[in-house]
């Protein structure tokens, strides 16, 4: 199931952008992280994502999805 996953992203990536190894696609998505923070006094949570990169940024475009870059409160 994986590699029929990572296959058709990197279909979906060289259509719109160019041909990237399946290595590379998974380095990129890998370091999309999000750190949550929990405030003390109030105990609401916060998640801080960590700096994207342009071709992750791409890469979730062309799956539909939106990469957050500012922080946000969880519900």
């Given at each position: 199931m ?39 006094d ?20 062309i ?13």
């Open positions: 994986a590699l029929c996953c990572i296959r058709q992203l990197q279909y979906r990536v060289e259509l719109q952008l160019k041909r990237y190894s399946a290595e590379v696609i998974r380095n990129e998505l890998v370091h999309q992280q999000i750190s949550t923070l929990k405030h003390i109030n105990g609401n949570s916060y998640a801080i994502p960590s700096k994207k990169t342009m071709l992750a940024n791409k890469i979730y475009q799956m539909g999805r939106k990469l957050s870059d500012v922080p946000f409160q969880v519900k």
